[in-house]
Nanobody, 121 residues
């Protein structure tokens, strides 16, 4: 399974960006998908997750500004980021819980390579 993320870049405070992540490869199904971020010198933190049934969860720091969505048929997850702040600067990673085959009983974690978001002040 490969997760290909795109959409990062440089934006001014208050600006918007949309991150996209597409899953490819051979697998049975994808359960939760999400975005995490890691700022320089800090641990990787949850930004937002979305279940296959499209129930969402957000970090408090992004509630009301970021929106996560997914297209199960296209195997993609998007993160619309509005009202960006300098503290949102980080490498953003796409994540997916994948059932690799019909006979599997546990999900496998997969991560994308990350895309850099820089918000200038």
């Amino acid at each position: 399974v490969q997760l290909q993320a795109s959409g990062g870049g440089l934006v001014e405070r208050g600006g918007s960006l949309q991150l996209s992540c597409a899953a490819s490869g051979t697998f049975f199904s994808i359960n939760n998908m999400g975005w995490y971020r890691q700022a320089p010198g800090k641990e990787r933190d949850l930004v937002a997750t979305i279940t296959r049934g499209k129930i969402t969860n957000y970090a408090d720091s992004v509630k009301g500004r970021f929106t996560i969505s997914r297209d199960n048929a296209k195997k993609t997850v998007l993160l619309q980021m509005n009202g960006l702040k300098p503290e949102d600067t980080a490498v953003y990673y796409c994540h997916a819980d994948v059932l690799n085959s019909r006979r599997d009983t546990t999900f496998t974690d997969y991560w994308g390579k990350g895309t850099l978001v820089t918000v200038s002040s």
